[in-house]
C-alpha cells in the first residue's frame, strides 16, 4: 500500500521554527519529486515548495521564500520542510505529495495531478 507520511506539525510562537517531515511507505520516496501543500482554514489548498528528484532543484511560493527550506534525506528516504520565522498566516494543515514525476513540473499549476497525499499535519502560529 503506498502511502505519505508527514510528522512535525505543532503549536508555535511567531518568529519560531518548526521542521516538517515526510516519509513514505509502499514506495521509495527518493524517486520522485516532492511537493509540500498546505491548507487554511476556509481557504483553497495551495503549493508551499517544491524538490526535484535528480538534480535537487527547489522551488518556493513567494510567501515562504527566504522563511523556508525544502530538503531531502536519501539515507533516510525523507523530505523535509525547515520553517523559520514564522507567521500567523503560515497556519494551515500541511500536506506532502507526489505526482510520481523527476521534476516539479506541475506543482505551480497542475496540483490536481499529485495523486499521491498524505494525511497532512497541522501547524499552527499563534501567541
Known amino acids: 500500500q503506498v502511502q505519505l507520511v508527514e510528522s512535525g506539525g505543532g503549536l508555535v510562537q511567531p518568529g519560531g521554527s518548526l521542521r516538517l517531515s515526510c516519509a513514505a511507505s509502499g514506495f521509495t520516496l527518493n524517486y520522485y519529486a516532492i511537493g509540500w501543500f498546505r491548507q487554511a482554514p476556509g481557504k483553497e489548498r495551495e503549493g508551499v515548495s517544491c524538490i526535484s528528484r535528480d538534480d535537487g532543484s527547489t522551488y518556493y511560493a513567494d510567501s515562504v521564500k527566504g522563511r523556508f527550506t525544502i530538503y531531502r534525506d536519501n539515507a533516510e528516504k525523507t523530505v523535509y520542510l525547515q520553517m523559520n520565522s514564522l507567521k500567523p498566516e503560515d497556519t494551515a494543515v500541511y500536506y506532502c505529495?507526489?505526482?510520481?514525476?523527476?521534476?516539479?513540473?506541475?506543482?505551480?499549476?497542475?496540483?490536481?495531478?499529485?495523486?499521491?497525499w498524505g494525511q497532512g499535519t497541522q501547524v499552527t502560529v499563534s501567541s
Open positions: 505529495a507526489t505526482d510520481r514525476g523527476y521534476y516539479c513540473s506541475n506543482f505551480g499549476s497542475k496540483m490536481y495531478k499529485y495523486d499521491y
